[in-house]
């Protein structure tokens, strides 16, 4: 049967907007030393906007933006809300033809009549498509937090956008309380490295997992549990429930995709990172009752 004090403590939880699934994941909250935060949308506040965009080889700005947009007309991915948001409700897109989504790297697609390429440098490289001329302007967006999207027309560098998605106003608080409770706090990503770096010195991580494809995302658990780590992944993307079911404890953020939500071990009902910190203390504190 199921003690008293866990069923008090699930109560508990609730209390403070945390739904746990089942009994054990209290138990194995209790005994973390990990936690893994996917990035967009859980320590940054999910909605980037773009900050820049340099157009390359006699394209022009507003060809740059008017393609990336039309491009993104289907992709329900942050960054394609940043850019379509940028071109403007009014921007009369053209259609493409022949989309294909490339998961964790971008998209490729024909519009009018051109072979375009639109993502990050990995998928450019994949392509064999030049992106040296941007790389140094790249770089230097990445190493503010950016995150630069590249767009090739026909085999040939066209433009570069920078896309900014700030930090969440509680992140750094919510991390300093984690840190003082002695937990390791490790950044897991399909962005690049050097925009993860700079997002995670100014969150206060201790490390980064980066250029992660989502099929990735569960076998980076896997590879922290196999070093003898306990591990809860929190994060609301659909790419993060795999990496959801195979932590220790998935915790779910308020207001991320069901199939999040149905993964994940506890679901926080407020989209907070504070609301990780209540709901660790609850299992310690409810685990501790027990002995
Ligand atoms: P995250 O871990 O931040 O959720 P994703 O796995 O969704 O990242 O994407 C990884 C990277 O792939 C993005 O940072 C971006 O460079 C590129 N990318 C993915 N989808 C798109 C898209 N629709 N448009 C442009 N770039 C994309
Ligand atoms: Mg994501």
Redesign the pocket.
Known sequence: ATPMSIIAGVGRAAEFGVLVRDADALQRASELDTLVF????TLTKGAPQVTQIVAFNDFSEAQVLRWAAA??QG?N????KA?RDRAGENANLPASDRLR???????SAMLEGRTML???A??LAQQQTEAQQAMALANEQAAQGA???FLAVDGKLAGLLAIRDPLRAESVAALQRLHGLGYRLIM?????EI?AQAIAREAGLDQVIAG???DG?AQAIVRLQQAGHKVAMIGD?I??APALAQADVGIAMGGGSDVAIETAAMTLMRHDLHSVVDALAIAKATLRNMR
Request: charged share 20%; net charge negative.
């Open positions: 996917d990035k967009t949308g491009l993104e992709s991915h942050p960054l394609a850019i989504t490339l998961r964790g790297l971008g998209l639109l993502g990050n990995a998928l995150t630069p999207v897991l990503t399909g962005d690049n925009t992660v494809l989502p995302k993307g790419n993060d």
